[in-house]
């Protein structure tokens, strides 16, 4: 059976270090790593993710606050409250959750966070720095990808790493990530997509293997090559008849079929969702640090 990586241990490993700089940033500095959120509308999904994030920046000893804005909000509103956190000192990274209102331009909003308190790491600008290989704030889910395969024991240095998925949240960023000519990357990326012909070609060929389509157990046991390390980012529900609520959770891999056949894998739950509020922390405590140089 392969090793399980344990997103839950990783990503607490990493807390804790945030925790730790954190505490010797405010004795040096007496600056203290404040985040604000930004949650406009109901959605169920986004107002349990930012208590969420909002918990993990109590632990770290951050200061945070959210600003809960109706569904209905103009998006110059919007656009205003992200000015007014730009310009505020104690707020060193800006969190909009998305989905927002049908209403309001998404780019817009992203692209008024000044780079700088991008903690998300989606603005253009900051997107354009990870492509060159220069030092920016990641996007948190890749940043914490990279953090797995690294602390596990899986450096992917001269590995060929195959990413099926091309989002911009995940499969793009990832891919740029690991082929930079930078200690825990420099790896050889092919990037494939539920689009190709016949989409076992590449898993087959793959060292690394990043599921990031959001298709349930796309990728079989049969699709892979003996001892590949798998990377799980799929979180999807399924039917489940015998569950309480009806459902379980599972990930773009089939896992039991996938594991019998992977040097090591990682389960969802527990792999890699634990690890993108803890690369979050990271980026804010990062963005705490660079306001005091």
Do not use: W
């Not at 990279?146 to 602390?151: F, G, M, Y």
């Not at 019998?260 to 990062?286: C, E, Q, S």
């Amino acid at each position: 059976m392969a090793q399980i990586i344990d997103g839950k241990k990783i990503a607490q490993e990493i807390r804790n270090e945030v925790r730790g700089e954190t505490t010797l940033l405010k004795e040096m500095s007496g600056i203290t790593p404040g985040l604000a959120f930004i949650l406009v509308g109901e959605n169920p999904a986004s107002q349990v993710y930012v208590n969420m994030k909002g918990k993990a920046c109590e632990e770290m000893g951050f200061y945070s606050i959210t600003e809960r804005m109706p569904e209905n909000t103009p998006e110059q509103a919007l656009l205003n409250k992200i000015q007014e956190f730009n310009a505020a000192s104690n707020i060193h990274g800006i969190l909009v959750q998305l989905p927002l209102p049908k209403h309001i331009n998404e780019a817009k909003v992203l692209e008024l966070i000044r780079p700088s308190k991008d903690v998300d790491g989606f603005h253009p600008y900051n997107v354009g720095k990870l492509v060159v290989g220069e030092d920016t704030l990641k996007p948190c889910t890749p940043a914490g990808i990279q953090e797995l395969l690294i602390r596990s024991g899986n450096d992917p240095k001269g590995k060929h790493v195959v990413v099926v998925g091309r989002s911009n949240i995940v499969g793009k960023p990832v891919a740029n990530i690991l082929l930079q000519k930078q200690a825990g990357a420099n790896a050889v990326v092919t990037v494939a997509h539920t689009g190709a012909a016949d989409l076992t070609r590449y898993t087959k060929t793959a060292d690394v293997l990043i599921a990031a389509m959001g298709k349930a157990e796309v990728i079989t046991g049969d699709m892979l090559k003996e001892s590949v390390v798998v990377i799980d980012v799929g979180v999807n529900r399924v039917d489940d008849p015998s569950a309480k609520n009806g459902y379980k959770l599972v990930g773009d891999v089939h896992f039991e079929s996938a594991s019998k056949v992977a040097k090591a894998i990682t389960p969802v739950p527990g792999g890699v969702g634990p690890m993108t509020i803890a690369m979050l922390m990271k980026n804010t405590l990062k963005a705490a640090k660079s306001s005091f140089r």
